[in-house]
């Protein structure tokens, strides 16, 4: 069977950059949106137009360069940020205007001090606006996450019937289980009239740890757009990571979906964001921490010599770094020692290698880690490379 497309939604540049101290300025807003193209996104989230004169520019310059994504910006429901949006996208070539509201209990009383009935009817008249200018408009209904089912699908069901494309459905808070999260999309799926007329996307903060796993599970329910961000940047604990829910994606193909990512650029658009951004990447982040491919521990490194796959389940050329790495730490045992002492050029006896590897011991319960040099100075008296 056919695989079916998943959409990949970046909000690195509107989501991600709304994290303290990741500011942007045009210029590299626009090197970012460049390599996400490069990347294979479908949909880049350039700004929120309304927020800054600068962030307005910078929607305006990325939908004036970008050839293949759809560009997309950020409004409320409300007619002046449609306009400002509108006016940000309108010279992209393929423009989408991404608006929307509160749905939950919490925010129709707490934020928006208003009525489950209001919130539809403004939903419903932002979204014809938005038509009025793009054909493409995206509805999200904040907070969906904690939103009660039943009116979740009554505005789902009003809004495409006012021209939505796609609706999206945000945890906002990071509050659903993946089950959970799951059924709300298999319920919409099954309670909404004329869901087929519209994709499903999902968009989950990652307030407790479970971004990646609630917007797999919302695809494995019907959902087919992921709203994500590079090394999972955004508010609070993050967005879900796009690395992090691609490599799933490949990773099984039971699921049965791809996406148009190009993998081996997922290390490198990594790197620019994280240095771009100032937001180092935590080294055991998967896919693209420091730590992804290295193997430290006697066991692992043992059987990584002797077989990646024993515990690797990527390659990790498959996403752009370039080898895996045997760390030598004072838990490596003695295939590591040699395999690492083989790179540098010594072929060592097993007399050879037990006779160092004291030597390394000692070493390596002084030193956090033993790098190349210390090996050269350790080697060379017992051997000549
Ligand atoms: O988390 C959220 O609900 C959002 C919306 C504005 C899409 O970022
Ligand atoms: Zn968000």
Redesign the pocket.
């Known amino acids: 069977m056919a695989k079916e497309q998943v959409y990949i939604f970046d909000t690195t540049l509107r ?1 991600g950059e709304q994290v303290p101290g990741c500011k942007l300025n045009t210029e590299e807003k626009i090197e970012i949106a460049l390599q996400l193209e490069h990347l294979g996104v479908d949909i880049i989230e350039a700004g929120f137009p309304i927020s800054s004169p600068g962030d307005f520019e910078a929607v305006d310059k990325i939908s004036r360069t970008l050839k293949t994504p759809i560009v997309c910006a ?1 409004s409320r429901a409300v007619k002046e940020d449609i306009n400002i949006a509108a006016e940000a996208v309108k010279r992209a070539i393929r423009p989408r205007i ?1 608006t ?1 509201i509160g749905t939950s209990d919490i925010h129709i009383r707490y934020k928006l001090n208003s009525t489950p009935e209001e919130v539809l009817k403004r939903g419903v008249a932002a979204v014809k606006y938005a038509k009025k200018f793009v054909e493409d408009v995206e509805f ?1 209904a ?2 969906a996450g904690r939103t009660n089912n039943v009116f979740l699908a009554e505005i789902i069901e009003a809004v495409i019937a006012a021209g939505a494309t796609v609706v ?1 459905i ?1 945890d ?1 808070t990071g509050y659903c289980l993946p089950e959970d999260y799951g059924k709300k999309i298999r319920f919409l799926k099954e309670n909404v009239k004329h869901i087929d007329k519209a994709i499903i996307s999902t ?1 989950c ?1 990652n307030d407790l740890g479970l971004a990646t796993a609630n917007s797999v599970s919302g695809i494995q329910h019907g959902a087919r757009q992921v709203e994500c961000t590079i090394n999972g940047i955004g508010e609070r604990a993050g967005n879900t990571s796009l690395e992090e829910v691609v490599m799933v994606l490949k990773q099984h193909s039971n699921i049965n979906v791809s996406s148009n990512i190009n993998t081996q650029m997922l290390f490198p658009t990594s790197q620019l964001v994280s240095e771009m951004m100032g937001m180092p990447v935590q080294p055991n982040k998967a896919i693209v921490g420091s730590n992804a491919f290295s193997h430290s521990s006697g066991i692992h490194q043992d059987g990584v010599i002797k077989n990646r796959e024993n515990y690797e389940i990527i390659d990790p050329k498959e996403v752009g770094v370039t080898e895996s790495s045997i760390v030598l730490t004072a838990r490596s045992g003695r295939a590591a020692l040699n395999y690492r002492a083989k790179k540098l050029g010594y072929n060592l006896s097993k007399e050879e290698l037990n006779n160092s590897y004291q030597n390394f011991l000692i070493l390596a319960d002084k030193k956090k880690e033993v790098e190349d040099n210390d090996l050269h100075a350790l080697l060379s008296t017992i051997v000549t490379a």
């Open positions: 989501d950020l991404h929307g999200y904040e907070d999206n945000p906002t968009h903060h």
